[in-house]
């Protein structure tokens, strides 16, 4: 029985948050949301807005002892709290269980190696010392990839380690694990859905253009260029690591194609994800509103991509921060098949994510040939004070 209006609770309520809530409001879903910054992009848009941190215990407590069901726009929340609101009778997707593992990137990865999941060679490590001790002996060879375990996120907890002087400026401190460097053709996300009459659906493969600088996704298209062969197996990997996880909701699943054509799982998202934006305009149900009908257990909905799609993140530029201003929006919204979306953060720092711009075309390359020309028509800068 569809409950019309479960109380659902959001631990986050940045830009993922927001369009959660945009999404639930097609439905009248009462949504509260749970987020340190009193003007987070989401805090206008949902019923009921609490200030406060998601990493606390009794907070996330407190918060969800006040809804039905809780969910998340981000994976460093507080997993025993939610543990025990599970406890309590509360529907918690995605899984805690499932949580924790995502949370320290060396468990998600020992977790891909127990599920005969493919993935990147890797080893942990307690410290960067014990690292480099594997080096010195030579059961490591350079190139490879250091990844701190935890709190890592667009890019900051990756230090690609190439030359021994890399080893002196770039290693990273702390519990980490090193990965082999892989030679890559290309980076592909799916998003997988999952309810809890365990129905799966998967969003067409998009592939990911890295800015080289910040180490962060500058754009996105779909469809992939991948053979449909390629494209059906990164789908039915999606699905294996879904269940896998044993997980509702959406998991946005990271991977690489190599050289050779093999996928790899890179890592994943218990969540709606930077490579799912263009599903609001471009597909026939949106990442958000997938993640509330898997959520609440409804039929997931159409994955069909309608029209090929690009994103671009809408960074703030290098050298500026403070008060954010935007220059160059008339000019991009006088463009057909161009859809702006500003998250509302009042402060701009060097490649902070401040919105997004979709493009949509009938073909790729019309699709990719007009995302280059509207790439950096927005330019975010900071008022001069
Ligand atoms: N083993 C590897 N071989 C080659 N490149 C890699 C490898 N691991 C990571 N990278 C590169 O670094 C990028 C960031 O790595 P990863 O996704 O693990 O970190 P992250 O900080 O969680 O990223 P984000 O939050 O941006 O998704 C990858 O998308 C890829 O471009
Ligand atoms: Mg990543």
Redesign the pocket.
């Not at 890592?152 to 990756?158: A, L, Q």
């Not at 990965?179 to 890559?184: D, I, M, T, W």
């Given at each position: 029985m569809f409950h019309p209006y479960p109380k659902i609770g959001i631990l986050g309520g940045g830009q993922l948050g927001k369009m959660l809530c945009q999404a639930a409001a097609d439905w009248h879903l009462d949504v509260a949301v749970l987020d340190p910054t009193p003007d987070a992009p989401a805090a206008r848009l949902c019923s009921e807005f609490v200030v406060g941190d998601f990493r606390d215990y009794d907070t996330v407590l407190v918060f969800g002892a006040k809804a039905d069901l809780l969910t998340v726009e981000i994976e460093q929340v507080n997993v025993r709290a939610l543990y025990e609101l599970e406890r309590m009778g509360k529907i918690v997707h995605p899984a805690p269980r499932a949580l924790e593992v995502i949370q320290d990137?060396g468990r998600q990865k020992a977790f891909y190696a127990e599920n005969d999941i493919p993935t990147?060679a890797f080893e942990l490590f307690d410290g960067e010392e014990a690292l480099l001790q594997a080096i010195r002996s030579g059961r490591w060879r350079l190139p490879?990839?250091q990844?701190t375990r935890t709190a890592?996120?667009?890019?900051?907890?990756?230090a690609?380690l190439r030359t021994p002087e890399d080893l002196e400026t770039k290693l990273l401190r702390g519990p980490c694990l090193a990965?082999?460097?892989?030679?890559?053709r290309a980076?592909v996300a799916v998003i997988a859905a999952r309810n809890a009459a365990d129905e799966v659906a998967v969003f067409p493969p998009v592939e990911?253009d890295?800015h080289p600088e910040a180490?962060?996704?500058e754009m996105l298209f779909c469809p992939a260029r991948l053979s449909p062969f390629e494209a059906a197996e990164a789908e039915a990997l999606a699905e294996r690591v879904i269940r896998a996880f044993d997980l509702c909701g959406l998991l946005a699943v990271?991977m690489?194609l190599t050289q050779e054509g093999r996928l790899l799982v890179?890592?994943v998202?218990p969540r709606p994800h930077?490579s799912g934006h263009h599903t609001i305009e471009a597909a026939a149900t949106s990442q958000f509103q997938q993640h509330l009908r898997a959520i609440t257990n409804l039929p997931l909905g159409d994955t069909t991509l309608r029209m090929p799609a690009a994103m671009l993140n809408v960074l703030g530029a290098p050298g500026h921060r403070g008060p954010v201003q935007y220059e160059g929006v008339e000019a991009l919204l006088a463009e057909p098949g161009v859809y702006l979306h500003l998250y509302g953060k009042q402060t701009t720092a060097p490649f902070r994510k401040m919105g997004h711009i979709t493009v949509t075309a009938p073909t790729l390359d019309e699709v990719l040939a007009k995302a280059r020309r509207v790439r950096d028509r927005v330019r975010v800068i900071s008022r001069p004070e």
């Open positions: 990137k990147a490879l990839v990844k890592g996120y667009d890019g900051r907890g990756v690609v990965e082999e460097y892989v030679p890559l980076e990911m890295f180490n962060l996704v990271e690489f890179n890592e998202a930077n």
